[in-house]
């Protein structure tokens, strides 16, 4: 598929059931004034649009691509119209379908507001059994609560460029989503030798063991391109919480899941078997250097 | 051909220091005394372990690594949590009977002469594969929702200690019946202290 | 005869159902249609979740959520009679994060809301430059996710403290972009340097400028904002920070305060269906946010205007700008004090240990935010969520109206629209 180049792309930004992170996330696009020239908004929740969303509504208009943020709920109901028919209307001209967002993804934070019949474009958390299921092949996931702004900015620019995106089996693109939130932690080291963070507010120690983290089991680029440009929740020391995956929210953010001491979940891919047998030989090091604070502020010398 | 030979001598040292040390104790048994039963020179011995300390370390490997393969095939296998409790009780006991130099060289050697693995073999290393396995046996006993969840040395050391214990009352011939008479009751002691009770 | 307006962007939509008299407006009610059900999501979670799920309640202001959602458990701890204290370091970013989202809140007002509506009331053709916004806002946040590690839907504070455990590194990072901020402020919007428009105590002083604030200014008075969107002249301070003075006040006295006479009742929506509620202190509506917090905290230029404008649509906007400048301020006062070697957390009993009530107030960039929790043994049995948008867009009877329906009587429509927006409006909090 390939956008004619003569004239701008129209974009259109709607909303299911949402808190509009993604739409403020995307504000933050160090790009953002080149590439928004590079596309006509139809219409964008915060931003100056060719339209308003009243006339966006009555399904007058067509677009090249539909950014959709949020939750969709059959039963919305958008200045009276269904959420559902303006979605189908402007989908049907449109090339690309980017879901912005686990809401739209995957049912996201907001599925449980009505948990029967909330869901994702194509998924339903894992099921594929979402309104778009009939055109899925439009549909590019991008999962995150919220969105990390460069992977919409990949995107919209990919699809400028003409360029193939390829995609993950929940439709995210694999260069955005091969990565996992555990590649470029500061933390990894600590990882490796199965030190814990004894608690929060330390930079030294792995979330992983006793504070939740999920970040081995998330796919993400988060700590590779960071957040803001400048950091990241393992940064800041708090457990990621896999975010971009279709089982978000789950419970207990910040307590690890284990059975008799041993992690439920192992790093994706390793076996429980192969996990332990390494943890535990890790485990009977004693590091010094890593032991202790990384800085020592007390130091004179 | 070369290396089927050597393997088989490797094993054959195994077996008979393993019979020796616990016999005999760790101290009082020498190189020589190993080399002469197995049949072969003292020169000869080195080039299988460079020294006694290696030996030792290796014989620990070895029983981690048996007991490891035995655990897990009861692991992998489609039986319940509290079926393979008795499997590893079972198999436990059939070891203390058939070969009992490996649970006394374990108990008398292993676990009494720390200074001996001090370097090589800290806290669990050498006994990882069989470590392990218990691991994967109480994680799957709790994910499964048979298992209560709890700390994992409370109840490693509640598995093992009883199975220590008896095979240590076994081999003082404390014991009023066989072994294999034991398996029943402690299996079930064993996973009524275990079970998820909610 | 009744006309229904649609109100868009402003965090989602809202509608509101004019009723007209001689083309002015005699009364009009608001409603918020869009339910998401937060409190409900929260019911039987572990009370620590509730700091990764109500900064979600919004994407513009969701680390003011976090810090109310905090401070409500730290307020429970302390009725379990295990009183938390923080550390001056643990403090200082707490506050440092939330004046950095105010900033940013502030900046996209101004430039994605403020000017383009006041071009479109004056039907002038000048062109808005809403990406400026845009620009101050992603270094506001770029700022602030120095500490917090990212922005939107911050979360690094737990009971005891926060999570981050900063060198002089990431402070001075911070102060980079802090500066570069602050230098946009001044060529860009104030067309001054800071420290001169903070010495201003008249609105006058503006005259001389020529930038985006002397433009709205101007603009404000030549549409008669200054005479018209009066509410009650009554305004409520709830937060307490380095930055505010909780009080309220009506007109120019203040009055103690006491959080416990906050309460919400339905709203009054006949032509539309609302998920709203309006919140009110006893029986009596309060305008909240930046005119509110500058009149309790006695701001020269802000009570100068208000001695000569009350609470009318122009000092509304003006301590909302000015409100930018001094927090601009005080965030770089803030950042100064940082001390890397002090503790971040003290990590207080655990959660599972805790059966208490616990109210958490904040400053939120629109005003006075309340999150109040009921934990059972580390559980969360009821999460209450009070925001801004309830105190100043509530929607009540003609005997009764709130803020912005009082502040929208007797002025056209197209005025009243943009009265509207002079509050800063946010649909999903409202509806959270």
């Given at each position: 598929m390939h956008l004619k180049t003569d004239s701008k792309p129209t974009l259109l930004w709607l909303q299911g059931?949402?808190?509009?992170?993604?739409?403020?996330?995307?504000?933050?696009?160090s790009s953002l004034v080149d590439l928004l020239a590079s596309y006509e908004l139809l219409y964008h929740p915060s931003l100056p649009s060719l339209q308003t969303f009243e006339n966006v509504s009555t399904c007058k208009f067509k677009c090249d691509i539909v950014v959709f943020e949020g939750t969709f709920d059959p039963l919305l109901q958008l200045n009276n119209i269904s959420v559902h028919r303006i979605l189908k209307h402007y989908v049907q001209s449109a090339k690309y379908v980017i879901a912005a967002g686990s809401c739209a993804s995957f049912g996201g934070m907001f599925k449980a507001s009505a948990p029967e019949r909330n869901s994702g474009l194509i998924f339903n958390e894992m099921l594929q059994e979402g309104p778009l299921l009939y055109c899925k092949e439009k549909v590019i996931n991008l999962s995150g609560c919220p969105i990390h702004p460069e992977w919409l900015g990949y995107t919209l620019s990919m699809i400028l460029e003409g360029e193939e995106i390829i995609l993950d089996s929940y439709h995210r693109p694999v260069e955005l989503y091969s990565y996992l939130a555990h590649h470029g932690c500061t933390r990894n080291e600590y990882f490796e030798w199965k030190i814990d963070s004894k608690m929060f507010g330390e930079k030294e120690g792995c979330l992983y063991y006793e504070q939740g983290c999920r970040a081995p089991m998330t796919h993400a680029s988060c700590n590779k391109i960071l957040w803001n440009e400048i950091s990241s929740k393992t940064r800041s020391g708090m457990p990621c919480f896999g975010c971009t995956e279709p089982d978000f929210p789950r419970a207990d953010f910040f307590t690890t899941k284990t059975n008799m001491s041993i992690p439920e979940d192992v790093p994706l891919g390793v076996s429980k078997r192969s996990y332990l047998t390494v943890a535990g030989i890790a485990k009977t090091f004693h590091i010094k250097r890593l032991e202790g604070k990384l800085i020592d502020y007390k130091r004179t010398d | 051909m070369a290396q089927t030979i050597k393997k088989r001598r490797r094993d054959e040292i195994i077996a008979v220091a393993l019979k020796l040390f616990s016999e005999k104790g760790f101290y009082v048994t020498t190189i020589p005394d190993i080399a002469e039963r197995v049949g072969m020179s003292v020169g000869n011995f080195y080039n299988y372990f460079t020294s006694k300390d290696v030996l030792a370390k290796k014989l620990v490997i070895y029983i981690s690594e048996y007991l490891g393969e035995q655990i897990r095939n009861i692991n992998d296998s489609d039986a319940t949590t509290e079926e393979k409790i008795y499997a590893i009780v079972s198999m436990y006991f059939d070891m203390a009977n058939e070969r009992p130099e490996m649970i006394e060289y374990f108990l008398r050697v292993y676990l009494s002469n720390r200074e001996v693995f001090a370097e090589g073999c800290e806290g669990m290393i050498c006994v990882s594969s069989f470590v392990t396995e218990m691991m994967i046996f109480f994680d799957n006993g709790v994910s499964c929702g048979e298992l209560y969840n709890q700390e994992f040395f409370s109840a490693f050391g509640l598995f093992m200690g009883y199975l220590g214990g008896m095979v240590f009352l076994f081999g003082e011939k404390v014991l009023p019946e066989p072994l294999e008479n034991y398996k029943v009751s402690i299996s079930q002691n064993i996973y009524n202290a275990l079970k998820n009770r909610q | 005869m009744i006309t229904r307006e649609l109100i868009e962007q402003i965090e989602g939509e809202a509608s509101v159902s004019f009723e007209m008299k001689r083309d002015k407006v005699n009364f009009a009610t608001i409603a918020f249609p869009h339910f998401r059900g937060m409190e409900r999501i929260l019911q039987g979670k572990s009370a620590l979740d509730a700091l990764v799920i109500t900064p979600r309640v919004c994407g513009i202001c969701g680390h003011a959520h976090l810090?109310?959602?905090?401070?409500?458990?730290?307020?429970?701890?302390?009725?379990?009679?295990?009183?938390?204290?923080?550390?001056?370091?643990?403090q200082t970013i707490r506050e440092f994060t939330l004046v950095?989202?105010?900033?940013?809140?502030?900046?996209?007002?101004?430039?994605?809301?403020?000017?383009?509506?006041?071009?479109?009331?004056?039907?002038?053709?000048k062109n808005s430059t809403p990406l400026k916004g845009a620009f101050a806002a992603s270094l506001a946040s770029k700022t602030l996710a120095s500490f917090a590690g990212q922005w939107p839907h911050s979360s690094y504070m737990l009971p005891g403290g926060v999570t981050c455990d900063p060198t002089h590194m990431e402070r001075i990072k911070s102060q980079g972009y802090l500066k570069e901020l602050i230098h946009f402020f001044e060529t860009e919007t104030l067309g001054t340097t800071l420290q001169n428009f903070l010495s201003f105590e008249s609105c006058k002083e503006m005259n001389a400028l020529q930038s985006d604030i002397s433009y709205v200014e101007q603009a404000l008075l030549a549409s008669g904002m200054h005479q018209k969107g009066f509410a009650y002249d009554r305004f409520i301070v709830l937060g307490e920070h380095s930055f505010s003075t909780p009080s309220k006040m009506k007109q120019t006295r203040p009055f103690l305060v006491e959080s416990k006479y906050v309460r919400v009742k339905e709203s009054y929506s006949p032509q539309e269906q609302t998920y709203a509620k309006n919140a009110l202190y006893k029986n009596d509506y309060y305008e909240?946010?930046?005119l509110a917090r500058a009149m309790t905290a006695h701001v020269p230029i802000i009570r100068n205007i208000h001695r000569r404008f009350k609470d009318s649509a122009y000092s509304r906007v003006m301590a909302r700008i000015v409100e930018l400048a001094s927090l601009l301020q005080h965030a770089t006062e803030l950042l100064k004090v940082v001390d890397p070697t002090e503790t971040s957390l003290v990590a207080p009993e655990p959660i599972h240990t805790i059966t208490a009530e616990g109210i958490g107030i904040v400053e939120a960039p629109r005003g006075v935010l309340m999150h109040k929790v009921s934990i059972v043994s580390g559980v969360i049995h009821r999460y209450e969520i009070i925001t801004p948008t309830q105190w100043n867009i509530g929607s009540d009877t003609k005997i009764d109206p709130t803020p912005v329906q009082q502040a929208m009587i007797d002025v056209t429509k197209e005025e009243a629209l943009f009265i509207f927006r002079t509050f800063d409006v946010c649909s999903v909090c409202t509806t959270h």
């Amino acid at each position: 598929m390939h956008l004619k180049t003569d004239s701008k792309p129209t974009l259109l930004w709607l909303q299911g059931v949402t808190c509009n992170g993604n739409t403020h996330s995307f504000l933050n696009l160090s790009s953002l004034v080149d590439l928004l020239a590079s596309y006509e908004l139809l219409y964008h929740p915060s931003l100056p649009s060719l339209q308003t969303f009243e006339n966006v509504s009555t399904c007058k208009f067509k677009c090249d691509i539909v950014v959709f943020e949020g939750t969709f709920d059959p039963l919305l109901q958008l200045n009276n119209i269904s959420v559902h028919r303006i979605l189908k209307h402007y989908v049907q001209s449109a090339k690309y379908v980017i879901a912005a967002g686990s809401c739209a993804s995957f049912g996201g934070m907001f599925k449980a507001s009505a948990p029967e019949r909330n869901s994702g474009l194509i998924f339903n958390e894992m099921l594929q059994e979402g309104p778009l299921l009939y055109c899925k092949e439009k549909v590019i996931n991008l999962s995150g609560c919220p969105i990390h702004p460069e992977w919409l900015g990949y995107t919209l620019s990919m699809i400028l460029e003409g360029e193939e995106i390829i995609l993950d089996s929940y439709h995210r693109p694999v260069e955005l989503y091969s990565y996992l939130a555990h590649h470029g932690c500061t933390r990894n080291e600590y990882f490796e030798w199965k030190i814990d963070s004894k608690m929060f507010g330390e930079k030294e120690g792995c979330l992983y063991y006793e504070q939740g983290c999920r970040a081995p089991m998330t796919h993400a680029s988060c700590n590779k391109i960071l957040w803001n440009e400048i950091s990241s929740k393992t940064r800041s020391g708090m457990p990621c919480f896999g975010c971009t995956e279709p089982d978000f929210p789950r419970a207990d953010f910040f307590t690890t899941k284990t059975n008799m001491s041993i992690p439920e979940d192992v790093p994706l891919g390793v076996s429980k078997r192969s996990y332990l047998t390494v943890a535990g030989i890790a485990k009977t090091f004693h590091i010094k250097r890593l032991e202790g604070k990384l800085i020592d502020y007390k130091r004179t010398d | 051909m070369a290396q089927t030979i050597k393997k088989r001598r490797r094993d054959e040292i195994i077996a008979v220091a393993l019979k020796l040390f616990s016999e005999k104790g760790f101290y009082v048994t020498t190189i020589p005394d190993i080399a002469e039963r197995v049949g072969m020179s003292v020169g000869n011995f080195y080039n299988y372990f460079t020294s006694k300390d290696v030996l030792a370390k290796k014989l620990v490997i070895y029983i981690s690594e048996y007991l490891g393969e035995q655990i897990r095939n009861i692991n992998d296998s489609d039986a319940t949590t509290e079926e393979k409790i008795y499997a590893i009780v079972s198999m436990y006991f059939d070891m203390a009977n058939e070969r009992p130099e490996m649970i006394e060289y374990f108990l008398r050697v292993y676990l009494s002469n720390r200074e001996v693995f001090a370097e090589g073999c800290e806290g669990m290393i050498c006994v990882s594969s069989f470590v392990t396995e218990m691991m994967i046996f109480f994680d799957n006993g709790v994910s499964c929702g048979e298992l209560y969840n709890q700390e994992f040395f409370s109840a490693f050391g509640l598995f093992m200690g009883y199975l220590g214990g008896m095979v240590f009352l076994f081999g003082e011939k404390v014991l009023p019946e066989p072994l294999e008479n034991y398996k029943v009751s402690i299996s079930q002691n064993i996973y009524n202290a275990l079970k998820n009770r909610q | 005869m009744i006309t229904r307006e649609l109100i868009e962007q402003i965090e989602g939509e809202a509608s509101v159902s004019f009723e007209m008299k001689r083309d002015k407006v005699n009364f009009a009610t608001i409603a918020f249609p869009h339910f998401r059900g937060m409190e409900r999501i929260l019911q039987g979670k572990s009370a620590l979740d509730a700091l990764v799920i109500t900064p979600r309640v919004c994407g513009i202001c969701g680390h003011a959520h976090l810090m109310a959602s905090v401070r409500a458990l730290e307020s429970a701890y302390a009725h379990a009679g295990h009183a938390i204290c923080l550390s001056h370091k643990a403090q200082t970013i707490r506050e440092f994060t939330l004046v950095m989202e105010m900033i940013q809140n502030h900046f996209k007002w101004f430039y994605l809301t403020l000017i383009p509506e006041l071009i479109k009331l004056r039907r002038t053709s000048k062109n808005s430059t809403p990406l400026k916004g845009a620009f101050a806002a992603s270094l506001a946040s770029k700022t602030l996710a120095s500490f917090a590690g990212q922005w939107p839907h911050s979360s690094y504070m737990l009971p005891g403290g926060v999570t981050c455990d900063p060198t002089h590194m990431e402070r001075i990072k911070s102060q980079g972009y802090l500066k570069e901020l602050i230098h946009f402020f001044e060529t860009e919007t104030l067309g001054t340097t800071l420290q001169n428009f903070l010495s201003f105590e008249s609105c006058k002083e503006m005259n001389a400028l020529q930038s985006d604030i002397s433009y709205v200014e101007q603009a404000l008075l030549a549409s008669g904002m200054h005479q018209k969107g009066f509410a009650y002249d009554r305004f409520i301070v709830l937060g307490e920070h380095s930055f505010s003075t909780p009080s309220k006040m009506k007109q120019t006295r203040p009055f103690l305060v006491e959080s416990k006479y906050v309460r919400v009742k339905e709203s009054y929506s006949p032509q539309e269906q609302t998920y709203a509620k309006n919140a009110l202190y006893k029986n009596d509506y309060y305008e909240t946010g930046p005119l509110a917090r500058a009149m309790t905290a006695h701001v020269p230029i802000i009570r100068n205007i208000h001695r000569r404008f009350k609470d009318s649509a122009y000092s509304r906007v003006m301590a909302r700008i000015v409100e930018l400048a001094s927090l601009l301020q005080h965030a770089t006062e803030l950042l100064k004090v940082v001390d890397p070697t002090e503790t971040s957390l003290v990590a207080p009993e655990p959660i599972h240990t805790i059966t208490a009530e616990g109210i958490g107030i904040v400053e939120a960039p629109r005003g006075v935010l309340m999150h109040k929790v009921s934990i059972v043994s580390g559980v969360i049995h009821r999460y209450e969520i009070i925001t801004p948008t309830q105190w100043n867009i509530g929607s009540d009877t003609k005997i009764d109206p709130t803020p912005v329906q009082q502040a929208m009587i007797d002025v056209t429509k197209e005025e009243a629209l943009f009265i509207f927006r002079t509050f800063d409006v946010c649909s999903v909090c409202t509806t959270h």
